[in-house]
């Protein structure tokens, strides 16, 4: 892995997209309900943020029918990682850390 030039993103400072890009950074995808949970927001407040980190490209949302029910995922792309990588960078090079 190569270093992340610093950069604050304003896109994903806000606290529920940092955490919602926090939890997506460890995993491959995570259920939109997982991550509902994880976050302590409702459903309409996730997605409005998942819908900014997805415009900005940062998000990849993919629906599937499972078990008769459709089931939203969500995953990171890689300018998303980039940006969150860079972003923590950033925040810790800010806090002395």
Do not use: N, W
Request: with cysteine.
């Amino acid at each position: 892995m190569t270093a992340v030039e610093p950069r604050f993103d304003p896109v994903v400072h806000a606290p529920p997209r940092l955490q919602v890009c926090g939890l997506l950074a460890v995993v491959d995808t995570m259920d939109f309900a997982a991550v509902r949970e994880q976050v302590g927001v409702s459903d309409s407040v996730l997605s409005k943020h998942v819908r900014q980190l997805e415009a900005a490209g940062y998000v990849r949302v993919r629906k599937a029918t499972r078990a008769s029910r459709v089931r939203t995922s969500l995953a990171l792309t890689p300018a998303g990682r980039a940006a969150f990588d860079a972003h923590v960078a950033e925040l810790r090079r800010i806090t002395g850390a």
